[in-house]
């Protein structure tokens, strides 16, 4: 018996890279997951024939930032697999640049996927978990919103305010047993930093003071716990996962 067993859950941007190693992880420990996630298909496809080896699943996809495709997302959830009482925001974007140069399409892109994307889809499950008066949300922060990172105001702000949005919601659903908390990851191999020059990665590693980017794996676990019993205790807080970027 895994330590998620019968328990369904929500993973946003659970097809890719982070994301994607939390739904895996969760199955792995008896979940079934929803995958939602906005436009690679193949991406999808590829993650069910994987997942689907190890329980339930389904994908659903929707743009997060939209309120109404949230929504409609969680009715799939709901009618697919039951109502979850897990969510773990992965969903996010980046568009860095400094400030001075930053486009308005990227600032906005940005704040709506992030934040607004995290509001809705928690709006969109507290709601069943009040009712059963038990549940666990995971959202996603950044150590550039504790340390802050040139180059990533827009960035930094929305995963600040995400940051705030996990404490004020954690005090909001306490007393309903339902805990809130925020993981903020460091560097992690995935896609996107395969393809950063090796003079960024070098810059980056330099930050580190465990000089190694983490793994996707290194957040599934963390979410893993935080998603268990083991954490009944915990809520509003933010766990950095960063080898030590933000001592």
């Known amino acids: 018996m895994g330590i998620l067993n019968g328990t369904t859950a929500v993973v946003t941007g659970g097809t890719k890279g982070i994301g994607r190693a939390v739904s895996l992880a969760f199955m792995r420990e008896g979940a079934s997951v929803a995958a939602v996630y906005n ?3 193949a991406s999808a496809e590829a993650f069910v024939s994987e ?4 329980g339930r699943v389904i994908v659903v996809k929707a743009d997060v930032s939209d309120f109404s495709q949230a929504n409609q997302a969680f009715e799939q959830v709901k009618i697919g697999l039951g109502a979850p009482l897990v969510l773990v925001n992965c969903a996010g974007v980046i568009k860095d640049g400094f400030l001075m140069l930053m486009r308005e399409e990227d ?4 704040i709506a996927v992030n934040l607004k994307g995290t509001f809705n889809c928690c709006k969109a499950a507290c709601r069943g978990m009040i009712g059963a008066r038990k549940g666990r949300i995971i959202n996603m922060a950044s150590p550039s919103a504790i340390t802050g990172r040139a180059g990533q105001t827009n960035y930094s702000a929305s995963k600040g305010g995400v940051i ?3 404490k004020s ?4 659903l306490a007393p309903f047993g339902v805990t809130v908390n925020a993981i903020a990851p460091g560097v992690i191999n995935t896609e996107m930093t395969d393809t950063l020059p090796e003079k960024i990665k070098t810059e980056l590693l330099s930050h580190i003071p465990m000089s190694k980017f983490g793994s996707p794996g290194d957040i599934a676990e963390a979410a893993l716990f935080l998603a268990s019993d083991d954490a009944a205790y915990i809520t509003g807080q933010v766990i950095p996962v960063d080898g030590g970027i933000t001592i």
Do not use: G, P
């Open 169 to 172: 919601l954690a005090r909001e």
């Open 164 to 166: 705030s949005m996990t």
């Open 39 to 41: 436009s690679d298909d």
């Open 107 to 110: 600032w906005d892109r940005v």
């Open 51 to 54: 997942a689907s080896e190890l």
